[in-house]
């Protein structure tokens, strides 16, 4: 078994502080708002790797649940956790952890990463939409048009920043470690 290192609990502290400030960057949007947290999930995934990067996530999802205003809004606790949104919470954790698993077996490259990172939002996508469907009782294609559609655009640029950050940020910590 792997333990962690100081360095290693030092990089999930900081993407746990990364995601907690890219989701304060945020378009207020009913139901579900736009902001970029995915960016930083997407780097999480890619810079630490499936394990880490997927605990990184869930240390954020934790810190709100537990009340830090880490959320979007600065808000925090159980109920947004337990509310219509929870599962996109969730989500990060699995998005976290496809991207990580991608970047493992096909490398840590920006062509490699785009597919690793759509296959990780689309696991977000698909748990926050089926958390959202069971707690609203909104159907199926609803559910799509509200959660997941005025997304689109914004995640492929998240994506698109992220893929090409990633590879340069793996190189620069690879770096650091050897200095």
Do not use: H
């Not at 907690?20 to 947290?37: D, E, G, R, T």
Request: net charge positive; proline share 5%.
């Amino acid at each position: 078994m792997q333990k962690f290192t100081v360095r290693t609990l030092t990089l999930c502290a900081l993407f746990v502080a990364l995601t907690a400030v890219c989701s304060q960057i945020a378009i207020p949007m009913a139901p579900v708002p736009i902001n970029l947290a995915n960016f930083a999930v997407f780097l999480s995934g890619a810079v630490l790797g499936a394990k880490y990067g997927a605990f990184s996530q869930f240390a954020f999802v934790l810190l709100g649940a537990v009340g830090a205003p880490v959320f979007t809004g600065f808000t925090g606790g159980p109920g947004i956790l337990f509310g219509p949104t929870g599962g996109y919470l969730a989500g990060y954790v699995a998005a976290a952890l496809v991207v990580g698993l991608f970047c493992k077996k096909f490398g840590c490259k920006t062509r490699a990463l785009i597919p690793g990172m759509i296959a990780g939002a689309a696991v977000c996508y698909l748990l926050g939409t089926a958390w959202f469907m069971a707690l609203t009782g909104t159907g199926f294609a609803e559910s799509l048009l509200l959660c997941v559609v005025p997304f689109l655009i914004g995640d492929s640029l998240k994506i698109a920043l992220a893929a090409l950050v990633a590879p340069q940020l793996v190189r620069l910590l690879a770096r650091a470690k050897t200095a």
